[in-house]
């Protein structure tokens, strides 16, 4: 049964640094596509960065240059860190994997954490 739980959200003041974490449970994350998700109050969920099976990395165009995507396969877990954040990235953080998806759409992603929340606010 494949599980992904997030960590690592919290209340951050403008320009500080956060690092979530995904550790996954019943699979093996080096063959699967998996990626950070994130969804403000009436907004949709958007792609923030995704490894996708095929090994890329992409990032949203809001979030490049300040978030990094890493994975440590021995510890079968995904992070985000998170730098210069912004009130704009205020939401809740989502961790999700695919086993086939070369994309970094949600609606292409099958399984998901239960999320974080991310408040950057002074």
């Known amino acids: 049964q494949v599980q992904l739980v997030e960590s690592g959200g919290g209340l951050v003041q403008p320009g500080g640094s956060l690092r979530l974490s995904c550790a996954a449970a019943?699979?093996?994350?080096?063959?699967?596509?998996i990626g950070w998700f994130r969804q403000a109050p009436g907004q949709e969920r958007e792609g923030v960065s995704c490894?996708?099976?095929?090994?890329?990395?992409f990032y949203a165009d809001s979030v490049k240059g300040r978030f990094t995507i890493s994975r440590d396969n021995g510890k079968n877990t995904v992070y985000l860190q998170m730098n210069s954040l912004k009130p704009e990235d205020t939401a809740v953080y989502y961790c999700?994997?695919?086993?086939?998806?070369?994309?970094?759409?949600?609606?292409?992603?099958?399984?998901w954490g239960q999320g974080t929340q991310v408040t950057v606010s002074s």
């Open positions: 019943g699979f093996t994350l080096d063959y699967y596509a």
């Open positions: 999700a994997t695919d086993s086939t998806t070369n994309s970094c759409i949600a609606s292409m992603y099958d399984h």
């Open positions: 490894i996708t099976s095929d090994g890329s990395l």
